[in-house]
Each structure stands twice: as C-alpha cells, then as structure tokens.
C-alpha cells in the first residue's frame, strides 16, 4: 500500500464529512521537521484540512477553495459562489537564499 494520502467525501450515509487514509503515528515532530523527506509534514497537514472542513461543514460554514482556475466559495446548501480567477504569471524569478521581497498591496 503507498504512503500517498488518500482523499474522499464520505458520501455512504450523509456525504458530509471528508476523510483520509492510515492513521499517521509519529515519535518526535522536531525530528520530522529537519529532515529532508516530507511526507510526514503533508500528511499532517492534509488531516489538519480534513478537520477543517469537517468541522466547517458541522457549523454550517461556507468552504472556499480553489476549483477550475477560480477561488470559489461552496455554501451549506450547496451553492458555489465564484470570487476571483486565479491569474498565472509566466515569470519565474529566481530568488537566492537572504532575498529581500518587498510586496506592495493596492
């Protein structure tokens, strides 16, 4: 069996809750975070997105993510709301270690 994380809308008795693969175990996280392999990083961080949208779902929250080139909002009853078109630029800049990024917001 791979170690690839398996998503799936749970969909057999109320298809409102989201679900993932194995369980993940783990002994040290600091040990985990300076290493090179990341898997275990993304495994924790997909379950932390299950949870999130498990629990949006509960409390009847609207989930916004991003579907076809767009951010969308999906609301409880089912409606999906397009926000904004995900534009993709064709510059790569290629940045070194101690860059300085200023970012500028209008």
């Avoid at 300076?34 to 379950?47: P, V, Y």
């Amino acid at each position: 069996m791979s170690d690839e994380m398996l998503f799936k809308e749970n969909d057999e008795n109320t298809g409102d809750y989201w679900s993932a693969g194995d369980p993940i175990g783990f002994s040290d996280l600091s040990a985990i975070e300076d290493g090179t392999d990341t898997s275990m990083l993304e495994k924790i961080g997909a379950r932390a997105a299950i949870n999130a949208i498990n629990e949006n779902r509960a409390l009847q929250l609207p989930l916004t993510y991003e579907k076809d080139g767009w951010v969308v909002r999906e609301y409880a009853d089912g409606h999906v709301e397009k926000i904004e078109q995900i534009i993709i630029s064709d510059i790569s800049p290629e940045f070194k270690k101690g860059t300085v990024l200023h970012v500028k917001f209008h």
